[in-house]
């Protein structure tokens, strides 16, 4: 089945150790993002990219950085430098085609202690 | 920018009865506009989307919503509520920038069905 898988579920971390987030689709996607959501907040842009080795900030890149060697990933990685980690996040992507609408995987939960 | 709102971050409605999310949105340009809800813990999943054509766009499990240019707004209905809707609704507005498009969401609506 085609979909964009997130791994793990739920992660857990000390503080001031970065941790990569995993985010992998097999739709073919050219585009794919990364969000944050905290409760009444919903969700916030960190990096997106369009196309492999290009991304770009989005609103709240501070503390996070990203890579796209491969079409079909893109990691995030929190750095210890993001005061506040815990949040859900979840990751997305487009087809170069389609009118704007994202697809978006399971999530992964992260708490830092 | 563009920017989304939605208004109520809880709705509560009885099983059978009529639900009304709304939503409201700013853009520059002819905006393209979504519906997604999420189920706790999960990710996002799309009920439907507005690009071009008819302003009242049907989607999945029995809502619709209607794009009004007038009143800047794309509120979700469904005309009859059933336990299994409770879930969280966003609404997202496309933006096209140079450097590609993104969304742009509203901070969601909590809905509550009660028997």
């Known amino acids: 089945d085609g979909g964009i898988t997130q791994s793990p579920k739920y992660l857990f971390r000390k503080e001031g150790q970065n941790v990569t987030l995993s985010c992998e689709q097999n739709?073919?996607?050219?585009?794919m993002y990364w969000y944050r959501q905290d409760p009444g907040q919903g969700l916030r842009l960190i990096y997106y990219?369009?196309?492999?080795?290009?991304?770009q900030k989005g609103d709240i890149a501070e503390g996070y950085s990203v890579s796209r060697e491969k079409k079909e990933s893109f990691p995030l990685t929190v750095t210890s430098a993001q005061k506040n980690p815990t949040a859900f996040y979840l990751c997305?992507?487009?087809?170069?085609?389609?009118?704007?609408?994202?697809?978006f995987g399971p999530g992964t939960r992260l708490t830092v202690t | 920018a563009q920017s989304v709102t939605q208004l109520g971050s809880h709705v509560s409605v009885s099983e059978g009865a009529l639900v009304l999310l709304r939503c409201n949105y700013s853009s520059s340009v002819p905006p393209y506009l979504f519906w997604y809800v999420q189920y706790p813990n999960q990710g996002l999943q799309l009920l439907l989307k507005?690009?071009?054509?008819?302003?009242l766009v049907k989607g999945i499990n029995g809502f619709e919503a209607e794009f009004k240019k007038s009143e800047t707004s794309f509120h979700l209905t469904k005309p009859s509520a059933h336990m299994s809707d409770a879930a969280e609704y966003f609404c997202?507005?496309?933006?096209?920038?140079?450097?590609?498009?993104?969304?742009?969401f509203g901070e969601g609506t909590q809905l509550t069905v009660n028997p």
């Open positions: 739709l073919n996607h050219d585009a």
């Open positions: 990219s369009q196309i492999v080795n290009d991304f």
């Open positions: 507005y690009t071009t054509g008819a302003t």
């Open positions: 997305a992507s487009r087809t170069g085609t389609s009118v704007y609408e994202q697809y």
């Open positions: 997202a507005v496309s933006e096209w920038e140079t450097s590609g498009s993104r969304l742009t």
